[in-house]
């Protein structure tokens, strides 16, 4: 949870959080759909390679967002 914090910054943090880490997917659950969006058409490619920066890649192979 602090990591994702520090991943994406306040403003998303606030509005979203990891929810469970299944077969190299990390799901997150955000809380408005136009939150959704950004995240998943725009900033998607950034979080996830952050995330493998941070946790490496063999963790983390993917991230999906879902409304929540």
Known sequence: MEAW???VGDFI???SAPVALREGV????VLQ?????ELEQ???LEILR??????????????????G
């Open 50 to 67: 952050k995330l493998k920066q941070r946790f490496s890649g063999k963790i983390i192979r993917d991230v999906r967002f879902r409304v």
């Open 26 to 29: 990390l799901y997150v659950r």
């Open 42 to 44: 725009i900033s998607k």
């Open 33 to 37: 759909p136009a939150l959704h969006y």
């Open 5 to 7: 914090g520090k991943i």
């Open 13 to 15: 943090a606030a509005h």
